[in-house]
Nanobody, 128 residues
Framework: QVQLVESGGGLVQAGGSLRLSCAAS????????MGWFRQAPGKEREFVAV????????MYSDSVKGRFTISRDNTKNTVYLQMNSLKPEDTAVYYC?????????????????????WGQGTQVTVSS
């Protein structure tokens, strides 16, 4: 069992930055791919970024590529999402998710159904 707790959300002006953190419990953190998804009111949950198990493999949605960076620290059981040049359309609840099978192609992890665990979410609001 893995528990995920997100933090770092808040209100920021357009063009600003935030760093989200997701702390995971359990000793098997490194055996999961870690992803960030977001959900805006009235919309479906949307893939943002994923980072593979222990290597540097990452994928980003086109809407955040070049602005967001996902990283993980397996010694701290924590995954981060650095968000720069924020836009009002980035406003959403951001969820940290853990799942996948080691070696699985990252492109399959764009689907939230591939994940086994997720946190309670943290609100990010970007004002114009």
């Amino acid at each position: 069992q893995v528990q995920l707790v997100e933090s770092g959300g808040g209100l920021v002006q357009a063009g600003g930055s935030l760093r989200l953190s997701c702390a995971a419990s359990g000793r098997t953190f490194s055996s999961y791919a870690m992803g960030w998804f977001r959900q805006a009111p009235g919309k479906e949950r949307e893939f943002v970024a994923v980072r593979g198990w222990s290597g540097g493999s990452t994928m980003y949605s086109d809407s955040v590529k070049g602005r967001f960076t996902i990283s993980r620290d397996n010694t701290k059981n924590t995954v981060y999402l650095q968000m720069n040049s924020l836009k009002p359309e980035d406003t959403a609840v951001y969820y940290c998710m853990a799942g996948g099978t080691p070696g699985q192609p990252l492109r399959l992890l764009l689907n939230p159904n591939e994940y086994d665990y997720w946190g309670q979410g943290t609100q990010v609001t970007v004002s114009s």
